[in-house]
């Protein structure tokens, strides 16, 4: 790729940023999202998840232990470290493989509310007690985080603004294989990373060899997700009522989520809504967003 290439998409990523954080600005508040995030205990009863990842909510959630082998919950102030059983095994899966590496301890951010449905800030999605957030940060072997800190961590970037592959000066074997070990737990379903990180395990991991593909399709480029890697559960057998996302499509995805690709294809976008002639009235506010009715039932009970 020539240099005028990259000088053309570090622009359109810039200007993808400036336009995604006018967009998510803009995006109406969830109705009823208040009485979701007061929730406390989660509801009786056995596990069960009802709606989508996007668009849904769960009783009988289990709270992730504040700290295990190999990982440490963040923000516990929050009460976001809830979910479906098979995710906190996930979870606690991983961070004991962490440990037995002697890669030091992973960074859980949120997870869902105690009964899941919209969260007051920070996510579309970790709804259902399916989805949860692992810092890419890692807290190095013997370390541990003060009380303040926990409260109020840093996050660190694995990617510079602009550039195409993940930060070589952050950026580690060990954060690689840590996505790939998540990746090819059949548990999960898809994880979501940067796309210079997509990019990056691309490069490490040639899609023909070894198998990559299968686990490389799970990864999906999205924007964000520098600092931490966004895990999302298949919908479990519990569930009748869990609505699952539609698959990847084939393949490892390298070609078509590339950061030029991904970067591209935003700046478009943003483009043509730029030369669109303006509306004649301002556009009228759809319905509110709204968690699936026998939600209802999940919230009311005691
Ligand atoms: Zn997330």
Same mark, same amino acid.
């Given at each position: 790729?020539?240099?005028?290439?990259?000088?053309?998409? &570090?622009?359109?990523?810039?200007?993808?940023?400036?336009?995604?954080?006018?967009?998510?600005?803009?995006?109406? @508040?969830?109705?009823?999202? *208040?009485?979701? *995030?007061? &929730?406390?205990?989660?509801? $009786?009863?056995?596990?069960? +998840?009802?709606?989508?990842?996007?668009?849904?909510?769960?009783?009988?959630?289990?709270?992730?232990?504040?700290?295990?082998?190999?990982?440490?919950?963040?923000?516990?102030?929050? /009460?976001?470290?809830?979910?479906?059983?098979?995710?906190?095994?996930?979870?606690?899966?991983?961070?004991?493989?962490?440990?037995? !590496?002697?890669?030091?301890? /992973?960074?859980?951010?949120?997870?869902? &509310?105690?009964?899941?449905?919209?969260? *007051?800030?920070? !996510?579309?999605?970790?709804?259902?007690?399916?989805?949860?957030?692992?810092?890419?940060?890692?807290?190095?072997?013997?370390?541990? /985080?003060?009380?303040?800190?926990?409260?109020? $961590?840093?996050?660190? #970037?694995?990617?510079?603004?602009?550039?195409?592959?993940?930060?070589?000066? +952050?950026?580690?074997?060990? !954060?690689?294989?840590?996505?790939?070990?998540?990746? %090819?737990?059949?548990?999960?379903?898809?994880?979501?990373?940067?796309?210079?990180?997509?990019?990056?395990?691309?490069?490490?991991?040639? =899609?023909?060899?070894?198998?990559?593909?299968?686990?490389?399709?799970?990864?999906?480029?999205?924007?964000?997700?520098?600092?931490?890697? !966004?895990?999302?559960?298949?919908?479990? #057998?519990?569930? $009748?009522?869990? @609505?699952?996302?539609? $698959? =990847?499509?084939?393949?490892?995805?390298?070609?078509?989520?590339?950061?030029?690709?991904?970067?591209?294809?935003?700046?478009?976008?943003?483009? %043509?809504?730029?030369?669109?002639?303006?509306?004649?009235?301002? =556009?009228?506010?759809?319905?509110?967003? #709204? +968690?699936?009715?026998?939600?209802?039932?999940? /919230? #009311?009970?005691?």
């Amino acid at each position: 790729m020539g240099r005028g290439t990259v000088g053309g998409t &570090q622009r359109r990523y810039a200007a993808l940023v400036v336009g995604l954080a006018a967009l998510l600005a803009a995006s109406p @508040v969830a109705a009823g999202e *208040s009485a979701w *995030s007061r &929730q406390t205990e989660p509801a $009786p009863g056995p596990a069960r +998840v009802i709606g989508g990842y996007t668009h849904g909510c769960i009783a009988g959630a289990v709270a992730l232990p504040l700290d295990g082998p190999g990982y440490t919950v963040l923000r516990p102030q929050r /009460l976001r470290y809830f979910g479906h059983p098979a995710l906190i095994a996930v979870i606690r899966d991983l961070g004991a493989w962490a440990d037995r !590496h002697g890669w030091g301890t /992973l960074l859980v951010g949120d997870l869902s &509310q105690p009964r899941g449905g919209p969260m *007051s800030y920070g !996510h579309a999605s970790h709804e259902a007690g399916l989805d949860a957030d692992i810092w890419l940060r890692l807290l190095p072997p013997g370390q541990r /985080l003060s009380d303040a800190e926990r409260r109020d $961590p840093t996050p660190v #970037s694995m990617v510079r603004t602009g550039a195409p592959t993940a930060d070589p000066a +952050v950026w580690t074997d060990t !954060h690689a294989a840590l996505v790939r070990a998540a990746a %090819q737990d059949p548990r999960v379903a898809r994880l979501f990373v940067n796309p210079a990180i997509k990019a990056t395990l691309c490069r490490a991991f040639p =899609p023909d060899a070894d198998g990559n593909t299968r686990w490389l399709q799970k990864v999906r480029a999205w924007y964000g997700h520098d600092s931490h890697v !966004h895990i999302r559960l298949h919908c479990p #057998s519990d569930s $009748p009522g869990c @609505v699952p996302q539609d $698959p =990847p499509p084939p393949g490892a995805g390298c070609e078509a989520e590339g950061f030029a690709w991904w970067a591209n294809r935003i700046a478009d976008r943003l483009t %043509q809504k730029a030369s669109a002639p303006a509306p004649v009235a301002a =556009p009228v506010a759809g319905p509110p967003q #709204s +968690v699936p009715e026998a939600c209802g039932g999940v /919230l #009311s009970s005691r």
